[in-house]
Nanobody
């Protein structure tokens, strides 16, 4: 059974850092693409970052240069290091996985079949 467990959210001041983790089970990271998405209150879910099976990484323009996605295959965990956090980064962050995400769909939430439960990030201004 494919499962994803997101953690690491919390309350942080503007300019601070957090590291989110997405622990996966039921598959190996070599076989799946992992995406991070976020949803702020009253807004649609949006793409944040993704890492493909090849290890190639992708970022939304709004987080490029501030966020870094990485993975530890031995621990079956994907991380999202978030630095220089802004108030507008406040959202519930979700990790998602899919075996067959193609490059043109990497930023679409509909391309991912499996989702974690979300972890809340609040950035105080």
């Amino acid at each position: 059974e494919v499962q994803l467990q997101a953690s690491g959210g919390g309350l942080v001041q503007t300019g601070g850092s957090l590291r989110l983790s997405c622990a996966v089970s039921g598959f190996t990271l070599d076989d799946f693409a992992i995406g991070w998405f976020r949803q702020a209150p009253g807004k649609e879910r949006e793409f944040v970052s993704a890492i493909r099976r090849s290890g190639h990484t992708y970022y939304a323009d709004s987080v490029k240069g501030r966020f870094t996605i990485s993975r530890d295959n031995a621990l079956n965990t994907v991380y999202l290091q978030m630095n220089s956090l802004k108030h507008e980064d406040t959202a519930v962050y979700y990790c998602a996985a899919d075996e067959g995400v193609i490059l043109s769909s990497i930023r679409r939430s509909s391309a991912y079949d499996y989702w974690g439960q979300g972890t809340k990030v609040t950035v105080s201004s």
